[in-house]
């Protein structure tokens, strides 16, 4: 049997079991809140693996190790140990009480999260609006899974795009969040057999610990053992490697697709597991990033664009039969989160875009708007695949460095954006709308400013104006809250005795 045959067995095998846990997420949809968060009985397990599947995806499997390839164990500490200490924090701090809220106003998306607790419906359309900066991370997925796709299985690069954008798309708009949860918690498990094969493939390098890794990274070039490194366009400082992508870490739980986990579990008992499960996983698949290093040291000219490094690894150092097995945990990894992209994207079309139109106009019951909405999610989706085509595309053909850069641009924009609302929703009552609304703004301002006028030297690195806009949105944030504070409604919701969210605003 041919590798290229050998490939294709397993990959139709993958796709044939996904099929059938898509299914079975697909006959528990129910209506739109199904559709949206699923059924809320899965298992917090489940929700957790879905989470640590979200969080990593193509990224940390295939894009990010190109990065780290190319600028050496500085990438590793900000990717792989800052980044995952932020989003631990992130997800210790904002789950319960995210849950809690939502849970009071029903929340389905975050965007409907923000208007709700803020109470205006006008907040919940801009930050709809805004949370189509996901399609750049969409762009990210599709372009590394098209990347390997092409080199495993020896087809044109349209034919694996093709796959990549359709395979998905259909289950999603028929199963929505129920098939996305069952069949992320599938690719999770696949994931982790496939983590340990890639951490173990170059395991003989850390012979006698990190420090044997590193000898042989300095013997390529003494820099890239180096925690810093002046020469990269990313890593430069401690600045850079620790503290930019620590914050990172902690504000990018708030994109729609990873903080609206919390929303999709039953009681908050389940909050519990469903963090450990996700913090466990997690933390091996951050460990992937390691691959990077490895690649360094068994291909250590550099000879191909960032983004084509973990397909050439695998070929380089795993026999026939194993890359197709890699193969398959590497379409997971990106699927896992391709497929919450999508549930979030469509759900906030339909829920926050769609539902506040047709609920003004009032000429349609709520089951109707509900029923419509489901329909429209699936049309939103299928408008959605051909953008998402020429971005990716363009971002195979001439991309900026890396895709990478293109998605951090984006997505970073947009949890800029949501963090002072979400942190500010959360944990004061006396922060006025139009604070919340300004901070939004101006964290928009500032990121996209640096960077499309290259302000300061870190402009090119999407962290660091990230960074900046969010330190710039909470001093906003905190200024308005000390000088123009809402005064405490004696009749509030949220004062009256037993209610959880009381807790969570009480100081």
């Known amino acids: 049997m041919g590798e290229t045959t050998a490939a294709w067995i397993l990959f139709g095998a993958y796709l044939v079991v996904v099929s059938i ?26 929700v957790g693996l879905s989470l640590a599947a979200n969080l990593t995806s193509a990224a940390t499997f295939i894009i990010n190790p190109g990065l780290i390839y190319l600028y050496g164990i500085s990438g590793f500490i900000g990717y792989a140990i800052a980044t995952p200490l932020g989003i631990i924090l992130g997800l210790t701090i904002m789950s319960k009480a995210f849950r809690q809220i939502g849970d009071q106003h029903t929340a389905l998306t975050v965007p409907q999260w923000i208007g709700d607790r803020f ?17 750049t991370f969409v762009v990210l997925i599709v372009v590394g899974l098209t990347l390997v796709l092409s080199s495993v ?29 069952l069949t992320n918690s599938a690719q999770a498990v696949i994931m982790v057999g496939v983590a340990l094969l890639l951490i173990g493939s170059g395991i003989h390098y850390l012979q006698g610990g990190l420090g044997g890794l590193l000898e042989h990274l300095r013997a390529i070039e003494p820099v890239l053992a180096q925690p810093t490194n002046p020469d990269s366009l990313l890593f430069r400082d401690w600045f850079e490697v620790v503290v930019a992508n620590f914050v990172i870490g902690i504000a990018i739980i708030t994109q729609p697709h990873v903080l609206s986990k919390a929303l999709y579990l039953n009681s908050e008992r389940d909050v519990n597991k469903y963090l450990a499960t996700g913090f466990i996983v997690l933390t091996l698949f951050f460990l992937v990033l390691i691959v990077g290093l490895y690649a360094r040291v068994v291909m250590p000219e550099v000879g191909l664009p960032p983004d084509e490094i973990v397909p050439a ?24 989160t391709l497929e919450g ?20 106009n009032g000429r349609l019951s709520l089951e109707e708007i509900d029923q ?12 959605l695949a051909p953008v998402i085509a020429l971005f990716s ?11 990478a850069i293109f998605a951090q641009n984006g997505v970073y924009a947009l949890f800029s954006a949501t963090f002072v609302p979400i942190i ?16 939004a703004v101006a964290a928009l301002v500032v990121h996209f400013g640096m960077y499309l006028f290259e302000i300061s030297m870190y402009w090119n690195n999407p962290a660091v104006p990230a960074t900046f806009a969010l330190t710039t949105s909470t001093v906003i944030a905190l200024v308005g809250l000390w000088v123009w504070p809402k005064p405490v409604e004696a009749d509030d919701p949220a004062e009256e005795p037993g209610d959880p969210a009381a807790e969570v605003f009480r100081p």
């Not at 595309?393 to 895709?403: E, F, G, H, N, R």
Request: hydrophobic content about 55%; charged content about 10%.
């Open 313 to 336: 690894y695998i070929v380089e150092v795993f026999s026939p039969g194993m890359r197709a097995l890699v193969l398959i945990g590497l379409v997971a990894a990106g699927f896992s």
């Open 341 to 360: 992209l999508l549930v979030a994207l469509s759900t906030i079309f339909s829920n926050d875009i769609y539902r506040q139109y047709a609920t003004r």
């Open 153 to 181: 299985l020896q087809i044109p690069n349209w034919v694996a795009m093709a796959i990549v954008i359709v395979f998905p798309l259909v289950y999603i708009m028929f199963g929505g969040a129920s098939a996305h949860t």
């Open 372 to 383: 419509r909405g489901i329909r429209y999610s699936k049309y939103f989706l299928l408008a």
């Open 119 to 135: 109470g205006d419906s006008k907040l919940t359309l801009f930050f709809a609006f805004i949370s189509l900066l996901l399609i």
């Open 424 to 439: 500010f929703g959360i944990f004061s009552e006396r922060i006025r709308k139009e604070v919340v609304f300004a901070a």
């Open 393 to 403: 595309y363009q971002q195979i053909v001439a991309p900026d460095l890396s895709v």
């Open 21 to 46: 846990v898509a299914f079975v997420g697909i006959r528990k949809v129910s209506g739109f809140a199904s559709f949206s968060v699923g059924s809320r009985q899965v298992s917090p397990v489940f």
